[in-house]
């Protein structure tokens, strides 16, 4: 599949749903109320009609695949790769699973969790925007490294991160299905105010995604124009312009960036995660600069 083209070393091997055991595993008959959730799930729906026909498969044919699970404390474990699976034997009322013990840190957990769901396409945009962001926020993961994780292009990383800068609302319509990623790309593009309403009509009045980027270009077009400021090099105020900014910091720092700005006066927050990530931070910014 094209989808596992770029991943990460070693990470294909690891993909339960595409691999066997290691030679060093073996597959375990766990207890089911000893397998604690995955805390990084990127999938946040699960359709019940598809639970059951899984369900029903479980019951005719067995537990064709088994789960993934890496060991805890006091003798548990806790889920990798498999929710859909763990959720249906549980509803047939199995008390135990067939799984592979496999030991992982929590980067690799998080990177397994979204592979394994995109190689299903179990995850809507929105639920891939996350869980790009978590690895980001978490790994200080630049959009280089985020796009080799799912084998896709650096812009597409970028694209997919920008939808998480839509109101909640219309990441709900992108969550339901309801919009597509290119229609909610095209909804950026209006000014943020208006993204909601948009949306709606978008939805009610089955907009294509090339009428709704015409009309988002008519609607920039009839924008007035604002007086330059006069100190040049300035960031236009407007929150789409800060939200590019941010953007651009994101994927140069590999780091979560926040800007906001308060009558033409701004900060901009910058997220590090321990002392040698603060470290790599600042030789990215002082690249160049001479030390004193």
Known sequence: MSKRRGLGKGLAELIPA??????????????????????YQP?????????AEL??????????QPVTVRTTLNGRFQLIAGERRLRATRDLGQTTIRAIVREVDDRQLLELSLVENLLRTDLNDIEVAEALRELQNRFAYNTTQLAQVIGKSRPAVSNTLRLLELPDTVQGLV????????HARAVLSFPVDHQEAIAAQ??????????????????????????PRKKGGSIPSAPA????????????????????EQRGTGTIQVTYHGADDLQRILDILLKGVNPI
């Open 241 to 260: 312009a800060l939200r590019r900014a941010e953007s651009q910091l994101i994927e140069h720092l590999g780091t979560r960036v926040k800007i906001s």
């Open 55 to 64: 369900a029903a498969s479980i019951k005719s044919q067995g537990l064709l």
């Open 18 to 39: 595409a691999a066997p055991p290691l030679d060093s595993e073996v597959i375990r008959e766990l207890e089911v109320g000893l397998i604690d959730p995955n805390p």
């Open 175 to 182: 969550r339901d299905g309801r919009l597509t990623a290119g």
């Open 202 to 227: 978008c939805v009610t009045e089955s907009w294509s995604v090339r009428e709704l980027e015409s009309r988002a270009a008519e609607a920039n077009q009839r924008k007035p124009m604002k007086r």
């Open 43 to 51: 999938r946040r729906n699960f359709n019940p009609e598809e639970l």
